[in-house]
C-alpha cells in the first residue's frame, strides 16, 4: 500500500480570484484516479474521477462539447 499524497495544482489559465478546481495527476499510475477538489476548500473532500472518465472530460472541453460559459 503506497501512502503517496495528492501534489495538488491549478489551470495556468486560473486567474479569476480563486474560483478554481485543483487536481493531483501524480497518483493516476500507481491508483488510476485523478482527484479533483475545490480550491477555495483544501481541507475539504476530494472527489476521485476515474482516469477515462477524467481524459474524456478534458477531451470534451478541449472540442467545446460543453458550450460556453
Given at each position: 500500500m503506497t501512502t503517496e499524497s495528492p501534489r495538488w495544482f491549478k489551470?495556468?489559465?486560473s486567474n479569476n480570484?480563486?474560483?478554481c478546481v485543483e487536481v493531483a495527476?501524480?497518483?493516476v499510475a500507481?491508483?488510476?484516479v485523478v482527484p479533483v477538489?475545490?480550491?477555495k476548500n483544501v481541507?475539504?473532500?476530494a472527489l476521485n474521477v476515474p482516469t477515462g472518465s477524467f481524459a474524456a472530460?478534458?477531451?470534451g472541453v478541449k472540442t467545446g462539447d460543453f458550450g460556453s460559459v
Open positions: 489551470s495556468s489559465y480570484g480563486g474560483d495527476v501524480n497518483l500507481a491508483h488510476g477538489r475545490d480550491s481541507s475539504g473532500p472530460f478534458v477531451a
